[in-house]
């Protein structure tokens, strides 16, 4: 795979160090899906219809946690990142899930697997 992602990029001009930072990213992803023993899936480009619930997720993170208040740094935003995570899946309630926070809708939480 990685071959034949250099040979098309080299015909269409794309840099190589690029290429294969891409590739080895690709690999990366697909071993970490690999461990957790989970599979990708992909959404059809431009089409909001396949992909609208993660665009929401993308505003509600730039809305309610990256553009919430004025950080220092991106390390002092980084870390307010896994609070506000907390927030939103304990104890923000979801319109969707008819006022209730997505833990709710868990039916095997880390530590109590059956």
Not at 36 to 56: D, F, W
Request: with cysteine; charged share 20%.
């Amino acid at each position: 795979m990685v071959l034949t992602t250099l040979r098309r990029t080299r015909a269409s001009g794309v840099d190589r160090a690029q290429s294969c930072a891409a590739a080895g990213n690709l690999f990366a992803w697909r071993q970490a899906l690999a461990d957790l023993g989970a599979t990708g899936k992909l959404t059809r480009a431009y089409r909001p219809q396949t992909n609208g619930k993660v665009e929401r997720f993308h505003r509600t993170l730039l809305d309610e946690w990256a553009y919430q208040r004025p950080y220092t740094s991106n390390t002092e935003r980084t870390a307010a990142l896994a609070d506000f995570l907390h927030t939103y899946n304990h104890h923000r309630c979801h319109t969707a899930l008819g006022g209730q926070s997505p833990i709710t809708r868990v039916n095997n939480p880390a530590g109590q697997y059956s």
